[in-house]
T-cell receptor, first 112, second 111 residues
C-alpha cells in the first residue's frame, strides 16, 4: 500500500523535553510538509521540504526543527523552546510539480 | 502571504439538504484551490480541487465554484448524507509550500 505513515499516533512528554515525530512516505514524492492543528483552527505550516537536504520555514517554525536526509523521511523535532507544543501534528507530501498534498493520519502530542 | 478565511465555522443540515461552505483568499496570484475532508482523529483527505483557469468543477454530489475577480470559492454538497459529517477545510496557494488553509467548517448532517 502506498501512503504516508506517522508514528506514534499518541505521544506524551514532560515539559522541557525534546520529542521527535516520525513521518515516512512511499509515494516517491519529492515535497514533504509539517502542519500543526489546534482546535478551531486550520492547518498551520511549520516546515516544508522540496528536495533532500533542503527545507524552508513555514509560518510557525519557531521551536521546531526538521531534517530531510532521505526522500521518504521528514522527521519533526519539537524542542523545549516551543511554548505550547500540545497539538495535533500532520505530515503531508506531494509531487514536486503538482499541488495536491496527501496527508498522514497525524500524531497527537501532549506535553504534561 | 496568502490569507484564507472560511465560513461558516459550523453548519448543521438535515439529511438530503444541500450544504454550502465559502472561502475567500487574499493573494490574487493563487491558482490552486483544494477542499479537504477531515474525519475525527484522522488526516485530511482531498475531496475536490479547482485551478484558476476553471470556474466550476463537479464530482457527483460535490461541486466547487471559483470567482477569481472576487477572490472567493465555495464548496457545494447536494443530497447530504450522515457520512458527510466531518470538518471541511479550504486552501489556496500557487506553489509548493505556499498553500494556506482556512480554519475549517464542522458539518453535521442530521438523519
Amino acid at each position: 500500500d502506498g501512503g504516508i505513515t506517522q508514528s506514534p499516533k499518541y505521544l506524551f512528554r514532560k515539559e522541557g523535553q525534546n520529542v521527535t515525530l516520525s513521518c515516512e512516505q512511499n509515494l516517491n514524492h519529492d515535497a514533504m510538509y509539517w502542519y500543526r492543528q489546534d482546535p478551531g483552527q486550520g492547518l498551520r505550516l511549520i516546515y516544508y521540504s522540496q528536495i533532500v537536504n533542503d527545507f524552508q520555514k513555514g509560518d510557525i517554525a519557531e521551536g521546531y526543527s526538521v531534517s530531510r536526509e532521505k526522500k521518504e523521511s521528514f522527521p519533526l523535532t519539537v524542542t523545549s523552546a516551543q511554548k505550547n507544543p500540545t497539538a495535533f501534528y500532520l505530515c503531508a507530501s506531494s509531487e514536486l510539480a503538482i499541488n495536491e498534498q496527501f496527508f498522514g493520519p497525524g500524531t497527537r502530542l501532549t506535553v504534561l | 502571504g496568502e490569507n484564507v478565511e472560511q465560513h461558516p465555522s459550523t453548519l448543521s443540515v438535515q439529511e438530503g439538504d444541500s450544504a454550502v461552505i465559502k472561502c475567500t483568499y487574499s493573494d490574487s496570484a493563487s491558482n490552486y484551490f483544494p477542499w479537504y475532508k477531515q474525519e475525527l482523529g484522522k488526516g485530511p483527505q482531498l475531496i475536490i480541487d479547482i485551478r484558476s483557469n476553471v470556474g466550476e468543477k463537479k464530482d457527483q454530489r460535490i461541486a466547487v465554484t471559483l470567482n477569481k475577480t472576487a477572490k472567493h470559492f465555495s464548496l457545494h454538497i447536494t443530497e447530504t448524507q450522515p457520512e458527510d459529517s466531518a470538518v471541511y477545510f479550504c486552501a489556496a496557494g500557487r506553489r509548493r509550500g505556499d498553500m494556506r488553509f482556512g480554519a475549517g467548517t464542522r458539518l453535521t448532517v442530521k438523519p
